[in-house]
């Protein structure tokens, strides 16, 4: 940030404010003090709308039921299988 007085603010106007629209923070000091702080302008995005799934998205009547066989899978099977019958699965490895 580079502050500049305002007796020079009105001379360079024009390059101040060509500096600050290219993405500097420029202060203007009266005295020395810092008084303002002129920064770009950003256009203000539109605010976000919701709803663009509504009348889209339905739930069966069981959508909530307990699902017994996968909290069997999830709690009650080995993370390593040791079943020779059974084949390992590989995640997120590099096929071999």
Same mark, same amino acid.
């Given at each position: 940030?580079?502050?500049?007085?305002?007796?020079?603010?009105?001379?360079?106007? =024009?390059?101040?404010? /060509?500096?600050?629209? $290219?993405? %500097?923070?420029?202060?203007?000091?009266?005295?020395?003090? @810092?008084?303002?702080?002129?920064?770009?302008?950003?256009?203000?995005?539109?605010?976000?709308?919701?709803?663009?799934?509504?009348?889209?998205?339905?739930?069966? =009547?069981?959508?909530? /039921?307990?699902?017994? $066989?996968? %909290?069997?899978?999830?709690?009650?099977?080995?993370?390593? @299988?040791?079943?020779?019958?059974?084949?390992?699965?590989?995640?997120?490895?590099?096929?071999?």
């Amino acid at each position: 940030m580079k502050m500049i007085n305002i007796q020079a603010a009105k001379t360079h106007l =024009s390059r101040i404010v /060509e500096r600050a629209a $290219a993405g %500097e923070e420029i202060i203007l000091a009266k005295a020395g003090k @810092p008084l303002v702080k002129i920064i770009p302008y950003v256009v203000a995005r539109k605010p976000r709308v919701g709803g663009q799934l509504k009348g889209n998205i339905h739930e069966t =009547s069981d959508a909530w /039921e307990p699902d017994t $066989a996968l %909290e069997t899978e999830m709690t009650q099977t080995s993370l390593y @299988p040791t079943d020779s019958d059974q084949p390992a699965q590989r995640v997120a490895e590099d096929p071999k």
